[in-house]
């Protein structure tokens, strides 16, 4: 009996340890902020927010980025799912928040052109980004954003 609950103990302390190392190797989102793109004809945007995140590999130097532009509704899991899946695959993702849940502007997707282009120009800027390995992905309402209406 002493013996099932020693056995019982050690497996509770493998699956809590399993635990503690799988939070500790998930990549941490830090909270960027950067200026708006200024564009002819478009909304100003003073300064854009986000959710930067590099791989969890053992990626060196300038790795690859993607741009992530969420939905009408906000940010959501959508995000996340292809974020994670994109770091490891040693691709650094920038979440953008274009706008909170319920807060989707009325005059279309030229309102968040410029969030888009401030988070290329942030990424490209930064040492630890290849300028050359920048992608951008768009989902429903982000990905209209991808292809402004003509002005």
């Not at 993607?66 to 940010?75: C, P, R």
């Not at 974020?83 to 695959?89: E, Q, R, S, Y």
């Not at 909170?100 to 980004?129: C, E, Q, V, W």
Request: glycine share 10%; charged share 20%; proline share 5%.
């Amino acid at each position: 009996m002493q013996r099932d609950i020693y056995r019982i103990s050690k497996m509770r302390y493998v699956i809590v340890l399993a635990c503690f190392l799988t939070v500790a190797a998930e990549a941490l989102a830090t909270e960027v902020t950067f200026s708006g793109a200024v564009a002819e004809r478009y909304p100003k945007v003073a300064e854009v927010a986000g959710y930067l995140v590099f791989p969890t590999g053992e990626a060196k130097g300038q790795v690859p980025a993607v741009v992530i532009l969420h939905g009408s509704g906000g940010i959501d899991g959508r995000e996340e799912f292809h974020a994670k899946a994109l770091n490891a695959a040693d691709i650094a993702t920038l979440e953008v928040l274009m706008f909170t849940s319920g807060n989707r502007p009325r005059d279309g997707s030229r309102s968040n052109f410029t969030h888009m282009y401030g988070a290329l120009k942030y990424l490209a800027n930064r040492p630890d980004i290849d300028p050359q390995r920048i992608g951008v992905m768009g989902f429903s309402w982000g990905a209209v954003s991808l292809f402004p209406p003509r002005l």
